[in-house]
Each structure stands twice: as C-alpha cells, then as structure tokens.
C-alpha cells in the first residue's frame, strides 16, 4: 500500500509555525469552554463532566487527526439537544455506546468521501448560517443579563471595552483573556455578588479513565441508539463542515473536508470511551480562537490540554471566573462572526440570493437548528438554480426554401424544469414533410428531458412528419440508448395515453 508522503515543512508550520499565538489562544478557548461544557452537560441531562471530559478529549484528538487546522471541537448544544431524550429513556451509557457509535458513521461518511457535499452549499448559505450563529450566540448570554445587578451589566461592559480598545495599544496578549484574568480580579479582590463559573455545575477532580459501556451488546441495543447516532453524526458532520469552511475564510487557508469527517469520528470514539458526550466543531470557539490568534494544530490541542489543567489544577480559581467575563468574550463573538457587510448586500445581491440567505438565518434562529436551516437554504439554492437554468434553453428554427421542412436548434440544458418549454418551442401543426432537430449544443441530463425528446419526436410523426434528430453528445446518446420510447413498438399510443 502507497502511504502519502508527509510534507514536513507544512507539519512542522501547522505545529510549531505560530507557538506564542497559539499558546495564548488556546488559553482562552479553554476559559470559554468550561461553561459551554457545563452548560451542555446539563441540557443534555447529564453530569458536568461529561460534557469536560468530551471537550478535552476531542480537542486534544482532533488537534492529531482534524482536517482544518486551527479549528475547536468541544460539546456543543446542537449535539446535547439531540440526546435529551435517549438519556432520559435510557442513561449514560447508552449515550456513550452513542457517540461511540457516531464516530464509526463520521469515519464512514469520510471514506465514502461526503466531505464533497460542501461543494453544493452556496455562499447564501454560508452566510446565513454565520449570521444566523452570531444571532443565537448572542441570545444565548441574554439569560446571565435577566434578573441580575449593576454590578453585572458594568462588567459586561468593561470586559466589552477592555477587549476592544486594549488591541490599539498593544496586540501581544489576546484582549479577551486580559478581560477575563482582569474582572475575575476585580471581582474577587472587591468579593462582588456576581454569578460565576463554579455556579453552574461542580468541576470534576479526577483524570477521565478509559471504560467500556455497560450495555447489552445485542441487536436492540443498536436498534435503540442507532437512530440517535445517525443524526449525530449528519448534524455533527454538517456543523463541522460548515465551521471549517468558516475558518477557511478567515484564514484564507484550504481545509480536507474529508479528513476532517475521519478525524471528527476517531474524536468521538475516543470521547465515547472516556465517558464524553459526542461532540463537534464550535463556530464559537473557533472564532475565539482565531481572533486570539490561533492558527495551527497547536492551539486546538492546547485549547483542549489547558482545559483540563485548569480543571483539574486551578479548579478553585477557575470556579470565581464571574460568568459577565465570559459574555463579554461571547458577545465579542457574536459581532465577529455576524457579516455586517451582508445587510448592506441585501439591495444589491439578487432578490434570490438574498431571500436564500434570510430563509437560512430565520429558519436556524427559529429552530435553534443548525441542520433545519442549511438544509432550508440548501433547498431553496437548489430550486432557484434550476429555474435559472431552465430559462436560458433556447430552441430556434429555421425554413428551408421550398417551405417543406425546417430546422431547429436547440441551444441549453434540458431537465426535469426546463422540459415543458424545450417542447413547448415546437410548431407541430406546420404542414412540413421534414424536421432536422440539431442538439449540438444541447445536453439532455434526465429521464425528464428524454420524455420531452419522445413527446416531440411523436408529436411530429403523428402529423405525419420525418423527423431526424442530429448532435447527440456520448451522454445525451447513452441516455436516449436506455430510455427513449419513440422508436419502440407502442411509442405511439403511450403518447396517445398521455
């Protein structure tokens, strides 16, 4: 077997090529993590260390075998709505056989190469699906500003302002981890009545251990989490796939969509045996990530090497981190991550990109998922493209002399939409004798469009006419070879049935 050769100069760039911006980053990215694990954990129905332990162990896996370099995979809540129900019938260990589970379908789907499908999301969809995440990033931290004191909303604010002015007079530490290290200070040094960290679920104390899940392992065990394990792993892939094309633009890099599919599901059989939840890419933490100045693979395993020592090390000091520091951090994020420029498109893109892109947003903002929207602009794309194809297929016809025959020429794409109007084009009440119809420049991709070529072939012989079809490409040929009816016995009373 032939083994890719290793290029060592992008290795040792991805690694070691940023070590200083990555080391910084990836602190910050795991204070942010801490509660978005705790948070996930408990929506999920589950121990706080669950969803820990998952964010650590995937990041650090994901930072060996991800496909985009610079890009954070953690518990998210996409993936924690998704097994509420399968832990409330059924327990913990169930999920984890889960996510085990999932990973093995992630590995699959990256073997049969669906990383490609990216290829079909247009960049309306991209865009609403990055507003539409800044949108929920930002509902999501209304709840630590609802029923609180001054004290709170005067954090926010600084941490708010310590970010963004901090930049303009120096850049050689990231401004959101100054902003928290700086109101946690503050905050501990004046003993301010602020909700923190430690409110949200008690830090585990003790390194994850490998365990196999104590499940029957029999056919209805897999009848039972096999269908949570197929959403997880289309709504984990269809996230990750996204956030890396995301972080693709921001850092004007190229990811492997596959090998990002592959390493997405060793990462999640590694979490599932180490009692983690199953996990994704984080559009959240990426940024965070990417803003801190993270690029390569050191900064994602950092990320996930820092969480757990902070954890398990600083558990009491990261306990006092007050949650406003955290929202600051987030709302930073939300206002990076929306494309402001996209409001200002929305007058000058076309009507039906515009409408692709709104449609993402409000169906994503509305469900809160993620899958439901992209699939919404995913089908909207597609609908809109095939009735702009459809209107560039032009049929023209020209007479011969004697008025006893004509020809017409077929310029386009003919489909399932364009099909009516390629027949529609054609006078069959002429009294002619003869009709050559030249696709020379025509493709016939369906059994829609080799309907249409019957309908028109019948309709002139049925008054009487000769028709010669002329410049059939190999594949239009091959598709007229397997499914064209009108030089069939019966062709022409299947047109009379019609």
């Given at each position: ?182 109101l946690t200070a503050l905050s501990m040094v004046m003993g301010l009545d602020v909700r923190n960290v430690g409110d949200m679920g008690q830090l585990p104390a003790t390194l994850p251990m490998f365990l196999i ?16 394990s197929l959403t997880l792993m289309m709504v984990g892939l269809l996230e990750s796939l996204m956030t890396a094309t995301i972080v693709d633009e921001l850092t004007d890099t190229p990811s492997d969509k596959n090998r990002e599919c592959k390493g997405q599901g060793v990462a999640n059989i590694a979490s599932g045996f180490f009692g983690g939840m199953a996990a994704c890419a984080m559009i959240g933490q990426s ?212």
């Open positions: 077997m032939n083994l890719p050769a290793i290029d060592l100069a992008t290795v040792r760039q991805n690694w070691f090529g940023n070590l200083k911006g990555d080391s910084l980053a990836g602190i910050v990215v795991a204070l942010a993590l801490i509660p978005e694990a705790i948070a996930f954990s408990i929506i999920a129905g589950v121990d706080p260390a669950v969803g820990l332990y998952a964010s650590f162990v995937v990041c650090v896996v994901i930072a060996f075998a991800g496909g985009r370099p610079g890009m954070i995979s953690a518990a998210t809540g996409a993936m924690a709505l998704l097994m509420i129900t399968l832990v409330r019938e059924h327990g913990l260990q169930y999920l984890l056989a889960a996510t085990i589970l999932t990973g093995i379908l992630q590995i699959i789907a990256g073997y049969i190469r669906l990383g490609a499908l990216m290829r079909f999301v247009s960049k309306s969809v991209v865009t609403g699906f990055v507003n539409a995440l800044a949108i929920l990033i930002f509902l999501a931290q209304l709840p630590e500003l609802t029923n609180v004191g001054w004290e709170t909303y005067a954090m926010v604010a600084g941490g708010l302002a310590i970010i963004y002015i901090l930049p303009r007079l120096t850049k050689a530490i990231p401004s959101p981890l100054v902003a928290i290290v700086v899940p104590d499940i029957p392992l029999n056919l209805e065990t897999l009848m039972i989490i096999f269908p949570y940024v965070i990530n990417i803003k801190s100045g993270g690029r390569g693979r050191m900064s994602t395993l950092l990320a996930g090497l820092f969480l757990l020592f902070m954890i398990l090390v600083l558990g009491e000091w990261v306990a006092q981190i007050p949650m406003a520091a955290l929202v600051a951090v987030m709302f930073m994020v939300a206002i990076g991550t929306f494309n402001w420029g996209s409001v200002k498109n929305l007058v000058q893109h076309p009507k039906s990109s515009s409408f692709v892109m709104l449609a993402t947003v409000v169906v994503t903002v509305f469900t809160h998922d993620l899958a439901k929207g992209v699939f919404t602009g995913v089908l909207l794309s597609g609908i809109f493209f095939a009735q702009k194809v459809a209107r560039i297929v032009a049929v023209q016809s020209t007479a011969a002399e004697d008025g006893r025959s004509r020809e017409y020429t077929v310029l386009g794409q003919i489909f399932f939409a364009s099909a009516d109007g390629f027949v529609g084009a054609f006078d069959f009440k002429e009294a002619i004798d003869h009709v050559r119809i030249d696709v020379s420049r025509a493709h016939f991709w369906d059994v829609s469009a080799i309907s249409a070529l019957d309908k028109v072939i019948l309709k002139f012989r049925r008054e009487g006419t000769v028709v010669e079809v002329d410049g059939l490409n190999e594949a239009s040929r091959t598709m007229v070879d397997k499914f064209a009816m009108h030089d069939k016995p019966g062709a022409m009373d299947s047109l009379m049935g019609h």
